[in-house]
Structures are given as structure tokens and as C-alpha cells.
């Protein structure tokens, strides 16, 4: 009898500890949330500090949200250490392997790094995911890893691929058409640097490009235009002063 009373107090004992220790880590994942929200909130408002100081506050109540990891990893980006947002994003992956926008985030760290070769494998375990809602950023990405390794057909081919679900994606636009540039193919950069601006007219950093495309095509009046044009778009911005400096050579 006694037997059975100790194993009836012991057994009640350890439901009262479970119980417990589940309340316990919902509290604490709901106190984590509230900072994460903060977090979140300031980095809207771009007070990356402000919204590093929140997330990292979450962090020590509870680690093992993957969305907290990953605006950690961004927060990181935005203050310029890819390093440490490399950490963040590998820890998000790590609690939710199939976090496709983190793995996405990983391979854009990975770039910041200039490590193409580990951003291009987290790229392409993605751009197959048919569940993934913007398949163009990987796609893109890619684009822009292959042109960084002088890959200048991949490059095409990727970010072609990434044209098709959405035709006028800027970075994708200007991405091809310095990958044509870089080829040689004065004409198709002409054409695909003219949707960019046409698109998106006071994009300063496309009509550098395409005046870049001009000058390649022997069109100085008009790369004249385009670089004229990044200078009255973006008078403070480095593209202003280089297209002042290609101007004067033009000249």
C-alpha cells in the first residue's frame, strides 16, 4: 500500500513538474516575442542599434525561435558584420530546416563576404522550392554570384530565370544588363538598361549602367544623357561622381 502511495505522490509530483516547466517555456516565449516585436519595430524605423539591443534581450529568454534568429542575422547585415549574421541565419536554419527566406538571407551573407561559392550552394538549394513566394531573389542572387565570378553565361541564365515570373524586377533588369556589358553585347545591354529606366525612372544607378551601355555602343550623345541624368537624380551619391568622371572622358 505504501508502495502505491509513493509511486501514486511521485507520479503527480512529475506531472505537477511538467506542467510547470510547459508554462514556464510558454511564458518565456511570450516575453521573447514581446522584445522580438520591439526588435522588429525599430528595425522598421531603422534604429539598428535600438533593434539589435531588443533581439538580443529575446535571445537570452528564449533562443530557440527561428524568426528571432533570422532578424537577428538582418540586424546584423545592417550594421555591416556579415559575420556574426552568418551565425544567425545558420541557427534559424538549424531550429527550422525548411526556412526557406533564412537559407535565402545565409546566401546574401555569404555574398556581403564575398564567399560566391557558399551563397550560390544556399541559392540554388531554394530556387526549386515551388512553395517559395519570390523565387526571383534567389534567382537573382545567383545571377549576381555567377557575374562576380566571371560565370557570364550562368549569370544569364539565371537571371533570365528570374525574369520570367517577374518581367520588370529592377536588380534583376540592371543585373542582366551589366552581365551584357561585361560580354560585349552592346545592343542587348542597351535594351534591357532601357526597360530598367523606363520602369523605374529615377533609378540614378540604372542610367549609369545604361549610359555605360551607350558608350560601349558608340552612342556618346546619349550616354551624355544617362550620365547627366544620374547626376541631376543623385547629385551626393558615389554614381554622381563617376558619371561626372566618365563625362569628362567622353569629352
Given amino acids: 500500500m505504501k508502495t502505491n502511495r509513493l509511486v501514486l505522490g511521485l507520479s503527480l509530483f512529475l506531472i505537477f513538474c511538467i506542467v510547470s516547466c510547459a508554462a514556464n517555456i510558454e511564458l518565456r516565449k511570450k516575453q521573447a516575442e514581446a522584445s522580438r516585436n520591439l526588435g522588429e519595430a525599430y528595425m522598421q524605423q531603422r534604429d539598428f542599434s535600438s533593434a539589435l539591443r531588443e533581439l538580443l534581450k529575446a535571445e537570452k529568454i528564449y533562443s530557440k525561435d527561428p524568426y528571432l534568429q533570422n532578424d537577428l542575422g538582418f540586424a546584423y547585415m545592417a550594421k555591416d558584420r556579415p559575420d556574426l ?72 541564365k539565371y537571371y533570365r530565370k528570374a525574369l520570367d515570373p517577374e518581367p520588370n524586377f529592377i536588380i534583376a533588369l540592371r543585373g542582366l544588363g551589366q552581365n551584357y556589358i561585361a560580354m560585349g553585347r552592346a545592343a542587348d545591354a542597351v535594351a534591357m538598361l532601357e526597360k530598367a529606366v523606363k520602369n523605374y525612372p529615377l533609378s540614378a544607378e540604372s542610367y549609369f549602367y545604361l549610359a555605360g551601355a551607350y558608350s560601349l555602343s558608340h552612342e556618346y550623345k546619349k550616354a551624355i544623357s544617362a550620365y547627366n541624368k544620374v547626376v541631376e537624380l543623385a547629385p551626393d551619391s558615389a554614381f554622381a561622381v563617376d558619371a561626372q568622371k566618365e563625362l569628362e572622358k567622353i569629352r
Fill in 85 to 156: 549574421a552568418i551565425k544567425h541565419f545558420k541557427k534559424a536554419i538549424k531550429i527550422k530546416p525548411d526556412y526557406t527566406p533564412a537559407i535565402n538571407s545565409l546566401g546574401t551573407a555569404y555574398m556581403a563576404k564575398k564567399d560566391w561559392d557558399s551563397a550560390i550552394v544556399c541559392f540554388k538549394g531554394i530556387v526549386d522550392d515551388v512553395l517559395y513566394a519570390t523565387p526571383h531573389y534567389p534567382l537573382t542572387n545567383l545571377g549576381w554570384a555567377y557575374y562576380n565570378k566571371q560565370e557570364y553565361e550562368l549569370a544569364e
